[in-house]
């Protein structure tokens, strides 16, 4: 994480992942721009989408070319590769464990568990 803040790779409207920041201060964020253009006498619109899931789906080699772009590498970046190549997923409802399947080249293993 260091290397994200002291190279100054998230905006400053990044809550998520910084120490001292949350969803509750960029609520407060929002509103307080909020008021500053309904003070000022203008409109306010707004639109809320639901991003809790936006990362589950990534192109693997755009991530991490991406993640080499902003100087990560050696056995970080090797690291990130093993992690999301090869990944096999499976399901257990009510004890009855499924086939593992691949997860695919996009998806973002999530939830990880040794079996």
Do not use: W
Request: glycine share 6%; aromatic share 6%.
């Amino acid at each position: 994480m260091q290397h994200i803040t002291s190279n100054n790779l998230l905006n400053s409207q990044q809550y998520a992942y910084q120490t001292g920041r949350s969803t509750t201060d960029a609520a407060r964020d929002v509103v307080a721009r909020v008021m500053v253009h309904l003070e000022g006498g203008r409109q306010v619109a707004a639109i809320f989408c639901d991003l809790s899931r936006a990362f589950e789906m990534i192109d693997h080699s755009l991530l991490l070319s991406k993640l080499a772009r902003y100087g990560f590498e050696g056995n970080f970046l090797n690291t990130i590769a093993s992690f999301l190549s090869n990944r096999q997923q499976s399901t257990v409802v009510l004890g009855v464990k499924s086939n593992l399947e691949p997860v695919g080249a996009c998806a973002v293993p999530q939830g990880s568990m040794m079996a």
